[in-house]
């Protein structure tokens, strides 16, 4: 019997895709047991404001153990390990709501930025000695991913025990098969595997590793 | 019974790598049997002149009705058809024998080009609807894998009804997660479901597609 | 007679170079005067630390209005405006000293994270129009460039009247010729242009422009 | 009184854009005087067909010793020596005239490439110890500007003292301010001055380097 709770998020389709890797990763590992938790995972919709509600929903429903929230990164060619989220809104694009705030905060009065609780270096590491193409990320963006990574750790402020944070992953082979530009893909197997060993190395690792995962600029 | 023969060729991995994706994929097909023809897998080395000698030795052995000779492209994203062979060898690193030629012919006398006689628009078009991402390459650039392919047109040259061309692959994503920078890899599984629909492709296409697959520079 | 005051900084040469672009940038406007502002430039060390110190006596010494620190991306293509500055040091490289701090906080017990104080989207918005690529950035890494934009707005944060921010400028082309990849760069008095142009936007933007510089992921 | 000629050209806007810095480059240099021969600068339509006969026209008339055509490459950074014109035309966009080849042939019954006769190694070499990014390209793609090329080295393949090559070219700073994704560029007098000292050297140098411009894949 597992008593730890693990909540996976990803989100509905965007930007004129039909599908969106980072709930077909998700839904994909909901109900398995991983290093003695239960995963639940819960789609999102692409929407500022909405997409924080769901996510509160599920944290009061599930207290979860470990949050981890996924997006699609068109472009990425790794899973791409979330080190910050800003307090800001700045949208190139509509959400699936048709808004497009700009250079609004995620929650008015809160710091800049929440750092990950994640030991995201001892994932990185882990990772890519599994064979799995993977980084650290110094930003999120300013999109719905972003939101909601901030609102992950808003919300989770004070529960120190909980550890939370953000994975943005490449497009589908079938989605980067129909785009001009040849950007990167990886394939939805590939993808699970990882996530499956991110949670464990997640759940396993006590201190995480002193390791850069730095950039220059 | 199949009575046509498609041959393929890989090579041995280089420039520092422990594995080679062209001869990981190529292998995988080694005795199968697609559209009714049986697929013969060869080993090259990364060595200008010594792979061209092998590369001819199967030839003449299997007199195949369809090659398809690939490599490895460290940083590409999609399965990449070249269009073009060029008369130079120009090394930017050793070939796994310690050679650097510099503008070099291949062929001494031979023309400064071969085109691939594969229907590579059709190719491309097919692999996308299903959803591989590929595309038309200019250039295979000037290293052994240029080297391969333009001396397999050259030996070809006379003999039209012979389809044959070259296929740059991603890497591995076992390599990507051991280099800096992120680059773009694709799945063993993948390569291998794509290249498998390439040959399908090659053999039941008859007149090439009318689509464009240039570059604008 | 100029009652107003800027301080410029950019940074001795690193990571192997001899030049460093955000000093010769900054150095080229020593003295001048703009928009009514005389403009002071100071050399940092890229150094953890003693960068900071430097950047504190020159706040101290010139109490200023207007502080842009700048500072070598190299591999970008544009001037690129930074948006927020984060609290950690992790060095992917040694900097000048010898320090290699990995996930150490830029101010103990500081804020994640600060935004800059400029009018960044007006910057940006009146540089492409008069002709420099420019461009908002949502990351300034966590090398010696994002510890003084850190610094830098740590020192100033109650001083909410004086603006003060970082820029990141491409590589000059005479460093670019030297490096493999083809990395792009930007001509010297090209940068010293859009540099006096973005600090006269910064004095004279009152409130920045509502113009999306966001980023999907 | 200088009795050697030169001849330079550029091509019109194309693609949505209002100038063409192989254009602004060459028209700065009609006129003068380099190691002793005068240059003549013509600007082509980005035509297929209509392009070559401008060309052919001004070959007849000006008999150059020396001919260097330029052309835009959106996204390059640096100066770019084309080392093979292949005999395609294969065009993703209409071109000013409304025309789209897809894989015809620039001169039917040509030969399938032609390399250029210009000693790109040294050019390049000389550019880059001058401090001008600059490499060595291995395909100047399908559209009208591998079409000049291709017909350049076609209309001179019987005249071998005749040395003629392309050059692509970044886009100015003021184009790429206009344009998403923050594509690189560089500065019009940089240009102007690296193609300055291509051509002396073009023209000075007797036989060209042994020296690698070539790329693994």
Same sequence: chains 1, 2, 3, 4.
Wanted: proline content about 6%; hydrophobic content about 45%.
């Amino acid at each position: 019997m597992s008593d730890k709770t693990i909540l996976l998020t990803g989100f509905e389709p965007f930007g004129g895709e039909t599908v969106n890797p980072s709930w077909e990763v998700v839904r994909a590992l909901d109900g398995a047991v991983i290093a003695g938790a239960r995963v639940h995972a819960r789609r999102l919709p692409c929407v500022f404001g909405a997409a924080l509600s769901e996510l509160q929903r599920a944290l009061d429903e599930l207290k979860p153990e470990l949050v981890l929230a996924l997006g699609q990164a068109g472009g990425r060619s790794e899973l791409s390990l979330e080190r910050v989220a800003i307090n800001v809104d700045d949208a190139r694009i509509a959400d699936n709501a048709g808004a497009r705030p700009i250079d609004a905060a995620v929650v008015p009065g809160g710091p800049a930025a929440y750092f990950t609780t994640l030991p995201i270096k001892a994932m990185v590491a882990g990772l890519r000695a599994a064979g799995h193409p993977a980084g650290v990320s110094q930003t999120a963006g300013t999109f719905v991913c972003n939101h909601v990574f901030y609102g992950l750790q808003h919300a989770l402020r004070e529960r120190p025990a909980v550890r939370s944070g953000f994975m943005h992953i490449p497009l589908l082979p079938e989605q980067a098969a129909r785009l001009p530009g040849a950007p990167a893909s990886m394939g939805l197997q590939a993808m699970i595997e990882g996530l499956r060993l991110a949670l464990t190395l997640a759940l396993q690792t006590e201190a995480d590793l002193r390791q850069s995962g730095g950039s220059l600029d």
